[in-house]
């Protein structure tokens, strides 16, 4: 059974740091999928932050977070990491992982089937 276990939101300063993890089971990081990172804020939809290939290790970035997250993976882990830096009160949202069974990198919503319960982040001072 695949799962997915978001951890490491809470509560921030603007300016400040956080690190999310996607804990996977049920499958390992090194077959072919991508998996993503998104957001959703009070009142909005979902939409893609970032994304790591399982086949290239490629990535993708939203343009609002490009240079200040970075998205990582240890396959011997099974865990997906989102290193969040330079946060914005505009980054507060329920963060999710999900996976796609695809090949390429894509922040796009709809192929990713698999998702995890989420984790707050709030950026306030």
């Known amino acids: 059974q695949l799962q997915f276990v978001e951890s490491g939101g809470g509560l921030v300063q603007p300016g400040g740091s956080l690190r999310l993890s996607c804990a996977t089971s049920?499958?390992?990081?090194?077959?072919?999928?991508?998996i993503g990172w998104f957001r959703q804020a009070p009142g909005k939809g979902r939409e893609g932050v970032s994304c790591i290939s399982s086949s290239d290790g490629s990535t993708k970035y939203a343009d609002s977070v490009k240079g200040r997250f970075t998205i990582y993976r240890d396959n011997a882990k099974n865990t997906v990491y989102l290193q969040m830096n330079g946060l914005k009160p505009e980054d507060t949202a329920i963060y999710y992982c999900?996976?796609?069974?695809?090949?390429?990198?894509?922040?796009?919503?709809?192929?990713?089937?698999?998702w995890g319960q989420g984790t707050q982040v709030t950026v306030s001072s």
């Open positions: 999900a996976m796609a069974e695809v090949r390429s990198a894509t922040l796009i919503i709809d192929p990713y089937e698999y």
């Open positions: 049920g499958f390992t990081l090194d077959r072919y999928a991508t």
